[in-house]
Every structure is written in C-alpha cells, then in structure tokens.
C-alpha cells in the first residue's frame, strides 16, 4: 500500500511530540528561586530540557514552581485516575491531534514539522489557521477515537499543538505568552491565529511568600557615593571599564544627555571578567546567543574570550540559541530560548518593601516580565534630587546561564557564576 507524503508528514509530528506523563515531572519540584534541582547536583535536571525552548512537564515548576498551579479549574482534561484512564486519555489525544493534523494542508504540515523539529533554535514562519477546528475524526477513524470528555470542538488549537508538542502539562491558554516576532502578538480575537507552537512561552508565577534560600540582599540597590558621576562597570564587581568608541567610556555612554537611540546595554562576563563592549540595543526586541546562525543580534561566541577555565568553556557550550530579551507595553520580559535554565535577578520582581531580592529560576520555554519601568520608578525617592542625581542598579537586571548564586549556593554572588549578562537600562 502506497503511503502519502501527508500521512508520512503526520506520523513524523507524532514521533516529535514532547515528552509527557507523570514520570516527566521529577526533575521540576525543588526548582524554586535559586536552583531546587542544581542543589541536588548542579545539571541533574538540566539534561532532560527538551531541546532549545523546549520545557515538557518537567519544567512545569518554572521559577518556585508555580507555574501551572492557578489554572486548575481549566484543564482540559480532568485529570484521570488510574493507569487504564491515562491510557484512554493518551489515546485520546493522539486521535484528537490526528484528526487535526489531517486537515492541515501539506505546506502547512511542513512548516508545523520545521517548527517541532528545529525546536525552536531556528526562526519559521507564522502558521495561520482558524482558532480552533473542528475536530471530529474522519470516516476511517478507529471506533472510540472520539474523545468523550469535551465536546469535538472545544479545543483552542493553539492550546493544543502546544499541548502535544511543548508542554503536556498545560491547562490553560492564560498559562502561555505569544513571542512579539509573531503575526498575531497584540491581535484580539483575529479571524486567523498563529498555531506554530514555537510562537509561544510558558509563562512564570511567582511564589509568595518564596522560600528563604533565594533571598538576596538589597545592598547592591544603593548609589555610588565614591563615584557619583559613573555607572558601576557592574553592580558586583570591580571589573574592567573598557572603552567605547570615539574614546567615550562606558559610563560617558550610558549617561551622555538627551540621548534615547537605545533603551538598554548589555554586558557580557564570565566570572569576573567583562568580555568584549557593552551592547546598546536600539530595536524592540534582540537574541542573545553564542553560536551563530542561532539568531539575530547578540552572538556572545563573536567576542574574545582569554578565559581557560573549563567550567566556564563547559556553560559556554550550553547557551545555545540563549535567550530573547524584548521590550514590550508592560516592561522587558526575557524568554529562555536555550535548553538550560536562567537565573533572573531583579527589583521590579520581588515586594518593594522587602529587605532581600529574589533570584529566579527559569526553565527553557519559559518568560518572565524582568523589568517593570512603572515599578522601577516608585522605587526610586522622587523628591530626592541627589539620589537622582546618581546611579541607581535598580535599572539593572543580571541573568546567568546554566548555573545559579545564592545563600545556600557555593556561589554566594553573582560574579562567580561561569557565564552571566548584565542588562542596564535607560532610564530616560
């Protein structure tokens, strides 16, 4: 019997769907803030990240574990009871996706193959289908392929490709975030929605109150009295300055009067050390990357490291595709693109009267919102023209790679973790 292309097409997306079940979930319990499972034995969980953005249900506990928690009354499958009900309920699913993918045009099978397949590491286009289908099986299906829990057509067909592709665990589409280089980010209700799974986050719920071995003290917010005119070379360290084109400094850079060609800087370090210039960024969004042709922007791999130590060479091995850095209406969200998670430090994402910041674990296939601009400036004391008048961190967000700092850490600071960004913004 001759095979299709079509039907070839949709037995390779089955093949590519995410790892799912119960047994998946281990590695995600004990990730809260600075590092559940890297303190169990740092990488433990990190091998089993389902390719670059990828996530299944073991990176269901993105930053303290709370990501899927708040969603309960949505899921669109009662959760079963027993093995016999996890089969029924697998076998479901598959008939469910089935029915869809064979409704698919084959350029659109395609496109939806390149997506899963390159999971995320490479840029595809926009697949631009109805919101939802109707999902009925066809004339052949199998007796008892109609799912008997909801009715044919009450799945959102973005929900569900995400579902079997990326996250088995999702519930809900209030628990995903569309990317900004997407058709339909910002559109309500259009007649025609982008159903590449790859087009979406999983988004991070924080914990409260968060468990103290996170905890981070706020000191690092205080101005420079010594040096009232510069921004630190970073918040941490006593790193080296290195100057910017046209013999400016990187704080001359920074503060230079009037200038709004770009909204933040990033730094490169590993561990102590700052590699390469500060990065200004200009357009609304930018991958930050080590490998290149892994996206458009920053390719940390371009810059020129004297670093031997082979930690250092082992985390820098697994940035990957890195992660997107994108302002938005809202603030600045950051997006794990990697297979690895990230370790997020900010003001604007903890209680402003708390003593002590969080630093916050973020799997791959997950975004946070790490920089609130409205936060940032009830922060600050208004009415205090000299503490204005001199560099605030607040504006500062650090993000490591791979491995987390912390209390309960070898790495009590930042500046000792492998490789680590520094992102300043403008506060003008």
Not at 111 to 134: F, H, K, M, N, Y
Not at 216 to 244: H, I
Not at 378 to 401: A, C
Request: glycine share 12%.
């Amino acid at each position: 019997m001759f095979r299709t292309k079509r039907s070839a097409l949709v037995r390779r997306l089955w093949r590519s769907r995410a790892p799912g079940g119960e047994d998946e979930e281990e590695g995600a319990g004990g990730g809260g803030g600075g590092g559940g499972g890297e303190l169990r034995g740092e990488g433990t969980t990190d091998g089993r990240a389902h390719g670059a953005g990828g996530g299944g249900a073991g990176r269901a506990g993105c930053c303290l574990g709370k990501a899927v928690r708040g969603a309960k009354g949505h899921h669109p499958h009662p959760p079963a009871a027993g093995p016999g009900a996890a089969g029924c309920a697998e076998a479901d699913l598959k008939a469910l996706t089935h029915s869809v993918l064979k409704k698919l045009k084959e350029r659109q099978l395609e496109l939806l193959l390149q997506a899963v397949e390159s999971r995320g590491g490479t840029r595809t286009a926009c697949l631009l289908l109805p919101g939802r289908l109707d999902c009925r099986p066809g004339p052949g299906a199998p007796a008892g392929s109609q799912p008997a829990q909801q009715p044919p057509s009450s799945y959102s067909l973005p929900l569900l490709l995400c579902k079997v592709f990326r996250w088995p665990d999702l519930r809900h589409s209030s628990e995903v975030k569309r990317l900004c280089c997407c058709e339909s980010y910002g559109k309500i209700n259009p007649e025609l929605v982008c159903c590449n799974p790859h087009h979406l986050s999983r988004l991070c719920e924080l914990e409260s109150p968060p468990p103290p071995y996170s905890r981070y003290p706020m000191d690092f917010l205080k101005p420079t009295a010594d040096c009232p005119d510069a921004v630190p070379s970073s918040a941490e360290t006593g790193g080296t300055n290195y100057l910017a084109p046209g013999g400016l400094s990187d704080s001359q850079l920074l503060l230079e009067p009037g200038d709004r060609s770009h909204w933040c800087v990033v730094a490169y370090w590993e561990e102590k050390t700052r590699v390469g210039r500060l990065y200004c960024v200009q357009e609304p969004s930018l991958d930050i990357f080590y490998d290149l042709p892994q996206g458009n922007g920053f390719c940390l791999g371009q810059l020129n490291s004297d670093n031997k130590s082979q930690l250092v060479q082992k985390v820098r091995s697994k940035i990957g595709c890195g992660i997107q850095l994108t302002r938005e209406v809202d603030g600045v969200w950051v997006y794990n693109r990697s297979s690895y998670p990230i370790f997020i430090k900010s003001a604007t994402l903890d209680n402003p009267d708390s003593r002590t910041l969080l630093v916050h674990k973020v799997f791959p296939g997950f975004s946070i919102k790490a920089f609130d601009y409205e936060k940032a400036y009830s922060l600050q004391r208004p009415n205090d023209h000299e503490f204005m008048q001199q560099p605030w961190t607040g504006f500062t967000v650090q993000i490591s790679f791979v491995k987390g700092w912390g209390q309960c850490y070898t790495r009590q600071f930042i500046s000792s973790c492998p490789c680590w960004l520094e992102v300043i913004f403008n506060s003008r």
